[in-house]
């Protein structure tokens, strides 16, 4: 089943370029064959993921490759959601390469044969695992639209480079869009860290055992919380906003990959390769 990663890659890749090209040009054309691929590319990314769930009776999240697989279908659904919900269509110059990039992982790491832990198919874990996917997606998209609002700001600032301005949305949408996505993502996570807290009660006995995923998740959870404070009650937006979307985008990367292979916990099983 590994193979078809291969046609899945070369979708995400295409739709990569594609919106790469709609940046450049501006042409609609493009932007709508960059969503045709991405839609292609996750059909069949779904049967694959979908597959490995029925065929073992558990979450796909066995191992790394497992990991990287999941994570990446996740990505792209929610990306394709907000895409058409959101009329901010140059954001998929920064997803589509995100989840190629993730795809393109998953397909170097081996997909290691584990032996199956009953715990995975816990109704807990599988809600905490993908409340705290779709959280990332969302906090990584409100990063990106946090890079093209600086990148837009500093444009406009400049007045002497106006490629992007040109290509770019206003600050205001990028600005209120890159809100909604801390919003979202920022619900997800925090309810997919409480079913996390659940759901090691349950196997271990306790809610919170300082592990090293579980403290950086919280620090992760800190830095959106901060930020979602201050919007509401000092009013921040604008660049401040944008520069704390991007060092939460930082520091949840560090909990999803860092930390497993830094440090030692009890999340290593869903990283072994």
């Known amino acids: 089943m590994i193979y078809l990663l291969i046609p899945i890659i070369g979708f995400y890749l295409t739709s990569s370029a594609c919106y790469g090209v709609f940046l450049f040009i501006q042409k609609e054309r493009c932007e709508q064959v960059g969503f045709a691929l991405m839609i292609a590319g996750f059909a069949i990314h779904t049967v694959l993921v979908g597959g490995k769930a029925l065929y073992f009776g558990i979450i796909p999240v066995q191992n790394f490759h497992e990991t990287l697989l999941f994570s990446a279908w996740i990505f792209a659904a929610v990306f394709l959601a907000f895409k058409i919900l959101s009329r901010l269509k140059v954001l998929g110059v920064f997803a589509a390469p995100l989840v190629t990039i993730l795809s393109a992982a998953a397909f170097m790491v081996p997909d290691r044969a584990v032996e199956i832990e009953t715990s995975l198919a816990s109704l807990w874990l599988i809600v905490h695992v993908v409340l705290i996917f779709i959280g990332m997606a969302a906090l990584s998209l409100a990063a990106g639209t946090g890079v093209l609002y600086l990148i837009q700001k500093r444009n406009i600032k400049s007045k002497k480079h106006r490629f992007f301005f040109k290509r770019l949305p206003s600050l205001e949408m990028l600005d209120s869009t890159g809100y909604t996505f801390v919003v979202i993502g920022f619900t997800a996570l925090t309810t997919g860290l409480i079913t996390g807290f659940v759901y090691a009660h349950t196997v271990w006995g306790r809610f919170w055992?300082?592990?090293?995923?579980?403290?950086?998740?919280?620090?992760?959870?800190?830095?959106?919380?901060?930020?979602?404070?201050?919007?509401?009650?000092?009013?921040?937006?604008?660049?401040?906003?944008?520069?704390?979307?991007?060092?939460?985008?930082?520091?949840?990367l560090f909990t999803f990959l860092g930390v497993n292979f830094l440090l030692e916990g009890h999340h290593d099983e869903f990283t072994r390769w």
């Open 209 to 252: 055992s300082w592990d090293p995923k579980e403290v950086w998740s919280a620090i992760t959870w800190l830095i959106y919380a901060a930020l979602l404070h201050e919007r509401l009650m000092s009013r921040w937006r604008g660049n401040r906003a944008a520069i704390l979307a991007i060092i939460g985008f930082a520091a949840m």
